[in-house]
């Protein structure tokens, strides 16, 4: 019988698993991919926001200010790159000044340090290539960019550290009530759990269903963005946003912490698995940046993705409990992931409301460190390099990402079982080529240690095969 | 100290190290990121080079083993398995390997061969889902010729470089359905050669005005679809194809890769997307000379030995005999040339005749090529033929530049 | 009159061929031969990969040492696929001697070390 089983490792799943294995309650996460961090934690804008937007008295306000703030705690803990680089929210019209000095107001009554109303010339010397066009920004410095898949894989490694067991590829196919709690059915048999937590992201709402009476729809907001090459990484120092609208935050232009330009994202209803991007949407991202920031170079583009947002069209996060000790953590749209550090913290209050006993564990361990060969000095690479050869051959040569560090992601307590995985594990195919160069080598280093041929590794999710068959086959090739 | 440091052991830093050698240099050294000499020429196991240079038709491996085999007989020092993080401005070279550990080498003189890498799918900006099967057609050239896997069964093939060209015929042979090739512009961006023997050979259509305007499948690529565009290259509604197939191959165009030449500080000519040269391959940084790929794209490894040989002589020159003297001119592309090669040239520094390579921006039928000097034209050249997939090539006596000064242009006139 | 394009070399030259088999548009004499063979017994150069041991790639690439009937190219790739060398392996060295009949030899085009 396990204590606690969490459905879904996206980093609300995470976060709420990393907070309870403080405790010395057992936890099993269910993650139906082959990964952690897949699905909407993968693919959104990276963004830790400061906390202006929530309505005041919110739980999305509380946990977005508080998340925002143990999110940076957090990363700084567990090597997780992050900036707190600062945001501002544009304003074009006389009405959207209006709206700055609502959002500042809110801003001002959810917590939210240092916000400041900016003049346009105030706006731009701090930012030279806003347009010329903005009257006025607001100003945000506590708002941040992070690695998502780097902070949820970081939540997720410190569980499993602190005894939580992980379960990949198990999708929960029903829950029943029993005496002491939940049975849980999944793909891969049942499990007997005392509390069940509901992390499922976009699929929360039929999660609920499993458990509760229906309360809420998630209605699936699909995102498509631009990824830019480093060369326009410095395009901006900070978050730049327009103001936001009933759809959403609306499009941003933005740093990443590996260097690069984020531009994005539109806000179009979709499926729940529909990650694809449209050349509409694209247009019209492309199109709204340029009235932030009209010198984006879109020729430097190196990828477009899209994600999908858990919307409910309620203004809060769905957290509560539906039904005896089971707990919603659903409907997480944005902030989601500023907040999921708060969320979790929330959701292990809420399991002891439920009567789930938190007793400290005296040996939790909350250190995480990874070699970073890029950002090393000559000196280190060289005394490194000596050390283990692996680090000194390079495989990606876009990020500078060395064999050595991915074999030692193999040796984390999340090992990869795929390229992308490795490429969020490691950054190897972040890069200008897209793994045009290190994917052949990436496969090769997988099929090494995971003891399968080349043909079954793996892009991405479980299906996603590179490789077809060995050339030779004689007459069945033909 | 090196007297000269290749970055790049492919087929523009074997022929520089062997000029260079040749031209008198003893202290060489040829850093190769890979675990052995001859680039991409590896994995390029068709035929067709060497025809200019040896008389004769080689697949990439034995034209990368000729040279190879030269460089043998040099003293040039090789590290393999070494990768160049970085060239500083005053010439210290930053590399890592396995072996080699981390290094820091200073050089006299510096010749970048780095090559180029492909245009990848975000480059292009195609929508749709993002599954496995959608490869640049290096990378599927990699798996299918030295790993020994296909990647793919019914392929379509977007972009008509000839890399995508010899790719629609090796896959075809080793068993997959090619079903269509896709070129955006209304010329095919290969060799007529690879049209005739690649695609006509094996029945496989190409689509010139087309482009892919959607990848569906979630996990794995299941169709794209493929419009036709107008004059300004953009999808027209309704003339949509839609194609089964499990692989989209990307032949979209290469790209010199000057990450190293960035850090460097040399100046980046932004239509070649190379290091702007003089005459002899040398760049804005004094002692630092670049050939091949790297500076300019090219369809045929002979032209790149070529130019290589002549920035390993002239690296040679400046170590044993100083920096090169002498006011530049700047060449101008003219009416349908998008780039030249060099992008200035110091007469001083030249014995007879230098080398304009250039490329033209669209497809001409018989034209003459002209050089001039203001009103004043300093010399033609006739062609039956210009197209912007095939590079061009003139020779200018050095003496139709005395009196001139500032610029010449290199412009096309169809006849 | 037949129209085609010389692969002989990638000048890629636009030959014409009249009914006496005289050759036009042809920069040089190997296009001639090349358009009267290509119209009537076509040949090509086969380029692909044998099966490799003890190398560090599992295929090495190999050609056929003079051109081959066009229509043969598909037995000639049967043919490879029975074909397993171990390496070491040198350009040039044979890996099948007169391929399908056709007295010409397949030969390796890559130095793979053991």
Known sequence: MTDVVIIGCGVIGAAAAMELSRYRASVLILERENDVAVGTTKANSAVLHAGYDPKPGTLMARLNVRGNRLAMEYCEALDVPYKRCGSLVLAFSEKEVGTLRELLDRGVKNGVPGLEILTGDEARRREPELADTVLAALWAPTAGIVSPWEMCLAFAETAVKNGAELRLNTEVTGLEKTESGWRVRTNRGDVEARYVVNAAGVESDLVHDMAAHHAFDVKPSRGEYYLLDKAEGNRVGTVVFQCPSERGKGVLVSPTVHGNLIVGPNAEPSAREDISTTAQGLDFVRETAKLSVPGVDFSKSIRNFAGVRANTGHDDFVISVPAPHFVDLAGICSPGLTSAPAIGEYAAELLAGEGLSLEKKEDFVFTRKRIRFQELSPEARAELVAKDPAYGRVICRCETVTEGEIRASFDTPIPPVSVDGVKRRVNAGMGRCQGGFCGPRVVEILSEKLGVAPGEVVKDRAGMKILVNETKGGGENV | ?415 | ?114
């Open chain 2, 1 to 415: 100290m090196y007297d000269l440091i290749v970055v790049g052991g492919g087929p523009a830093g074997l022929a520089a190290a062997c000029s260079a050698w040749d031209s008198g240099l003893r202290s060489i050294l040829i850093v190769e990121r890979d675990r052995e000499l001859g680039g991409i020429l590896n994995q390029c196991i068709h035929n067709g080079f060497g025809l200019t240079y040896f008389k004769e038709e080689l697949t990439g491996p034995e034209y990368a083993h000729r040279f190879v085999e030269l460089l043998s007989k040099t003293g040039v020092e090789v590290r393999t398995d070494t990768m160049v993080l970085e060239i500083t401005g005053d010439l210290r070279i930053h590399m890592t390997g396995p072996e080699t550990g981390y290094r820091v080498e200073e050089a006299r003189s510096v010749i970048l061969a780095m090559g180029c890498r492909e245009r990848t799918r975000g480059a292009i900006g195609i929508p749709g889902y993002r599954p496995a099967g959608v490869f640049t057609a290096g990378a599927a050239q990699r798996y299918v010729n030295v790993e020994g896997w296909l990647p793919g069964k019914r392929v379509v093939i977007l972009g008509s470089g000839d890399i995508g060209l010899i790719m629609a015929r090796r896959m075809t042979l080793e068993g997959a359905k090619v079903l269509a090739c896709v070129e955006v512009m209304p010329y095919s961006g290969g060799l007529t050669r690879n049209i005739v023997q690649c695609l006509e050979d094996y029945d496989i259509p190409l689509y010139l005005s087309h482009t892919v305007t959607d990848i569906r499948g979630r996990d794995r690529v299941e169709q794209v679809v493929v419009s036709e565009v107008d004059e300004r290259r953009r999808p027209i509604p309704g003339t949509e194809m839609v194609f089964d197939c499990d692989t989209l191959l990307l032949s979209v165009g290469l790209i010199p890769e000057n990450e190293l030449t960035q850090s460097a500080g040399i100046r980046i000519d932004p239509r070649t997307k190379g290091p702007e040269v003089f005459e002899n391959m040398e760049t804005s940084l004094p002692g630092v000379f670049s050939c091949g790929n790297v500076t300019h794209v090219h369809d045929l490894v002979d032209f790149v030995t070529q130019e290589s040989q002549r920035a390993g002589a002239a690296a040679a020159k400046y170590v044993l005999n100083g920096p090169a003297a002498g006011e530049s001119i700047a060449l101008r592309n003219g009416n349908g040339v998008s780039y030249t090669v060099p992008q200035r040239v110091r007469p001083e520094n030249v014995e007879k005749v230098f080398n304009v390579f250039f490329r033209v921006n669209r497809i001409f039928g018989p034209s003459r090529i002209v050089v001039s000097a203001g009103e004043r034209e300093l010399c033609r050249f006739k062609r039956d033929r210009l197209a912007p997939g095939e590079m061009e090539n003139i020779t200018v006596p050095v003496k139709l530049l005395e009196g001139v000064a500032g610029e010449i242009t290199v412009s096309v006139k169809e006849a």
């Open chain 3, 1 to 114: 009159m037949r129209e085609l394009v010389c692969i002989v070399c990638p000048r890629g030259c636009h030959m014409k061929v009249d009914d006496e088999w005289n050759v036009t548009g042809n920069t040089c004499p190997r296009g001639a031969e090349y358009a009267r063979a290509e119209l009537t017994h076509p040949t090509r150069v086969l380029t692909s990969t044998v099966r490799l041991e003890g190398g560090r790639y599992p295929r090495c690439p190999v050609k056929t040492a003079a051109p081959v009937p066009k229509e043969l190219l598909p037995r000639v790739m049967a043919a490879l696929d029975e074909v397993t060398l171990r390496a070491p392996v040198h350009v040039g060295q044979t890996v099948l001697e007169d391929v399908c009949g056709t007295g010409v030899a397949v030969v390796a085009t890559r130095e793979l070390t053991a």
